[in-house]
């Protein structure tokens, strides 16, 4: 049995850093392990144009630890008002590294997003023109459709469409949760991809319902049944560089989640390497969460792999209770539980 494991410095491929005083607790508790990260442009309002990203970018670095070695990767949010000329200035930039499609009410701010993904097909024709990849959060939003089939229909409706009509333009399916989801991915070639949260690889409903509901395991898209659970497990176990590390860690303070309408997010950030540590050898397959957390994303995106490292140690600890953060207190996702890999 081995001690430590040392890896090469892993991404995270998607995740919020919300923003304000928030950003203190945030920026460092990813920057500490994470050498970049895809961050999520649903603040209110939405980062819609490359000045909100830059202006977004240098709050983050401002929030930076001092010596603190960590790049903020940005992503433009689609509205109906976005134009083909938005997406080549953001190619441009040099600081954003995708576009994400929010269905308008999938998840938290997402009121601006597009009430029909089919009817931007321009600003596909854009990203594919551009290099600009599409990040999905693949969900249709009618209210009279059941929430646990919201993924598959939208792979239904949109997904194979845009995938066909566009077949150059990079798609990221963000946070994956089902096995049709993993199916599309699979019967696609390289230019599709999905990240993988820990909570999705970690657990099913019956974590978020059975016994009592479990707020902080409440997320969007919601956690699915166990065959759906293992669908990714496969994936990921099988080292299908398609799969990566994205965390979707979430912040939302306490008494926002322990409420009447709880707020959808794990807040996973603070111990997000070593719950992905834990899962693999859980499974036999310590080897491979290398790949999966530090190989595969990177390549996808095109980004040279980090040449630096980082080493878990294998070293008992619990996940905190609670973290106190922009005067608000938040629960981390798996509070209390006991991890045996901590970085050294």
Known sequence: MTDT?????????????RDGDMLLETVPATAAVFRRAIVMPNLTPPVIRVADAQAY???????LPAGTDFEPLMVL??????????????????????????????????????RDPSAIMALYEAMEKHGMPLQVHGEV?????????REKLFIDRYLLTIRQRFPDLKIIFEHVTTREGVQFVQDHDSHTAATVTPQHLMMNRNDLLAGGIRPHNYCLPVLKRREHQLSIQQAVLGGDARFFLGTDSAPHARNKKEAACGCAGCYSAPAALPLYAAFFEEHGALSRLEAFASHFGADF???PRNTDTVTLKRDPWQVPAHIHAAGETLVPWQAGVALQWRLA
């Open 77 to 114: 949010y689609l509205t109906e008002a976005t134009t083909p000329a938005d997406i080549a200035a953001a190619a441009a930039s040099g600081i954003v590294y995708g576009c994400k499609l929010y269905p308008a009410g999938a998840t938290t701010n997402s009121d601006s997003g597009v």
């Open 301 to 303: 995106y095109g980004l």
């Open 141 to 149: 939003t009618e209210p009279e459709i059941d929430i646990f089939d």
């Open 5 to 17: 494991l040392t890896l090469t410095r892993p991404d995270d491929w998607h995740l919020h850093f």
């Open 57 to 63: 970018r240098e709050r983050i670095l401002a929030a």
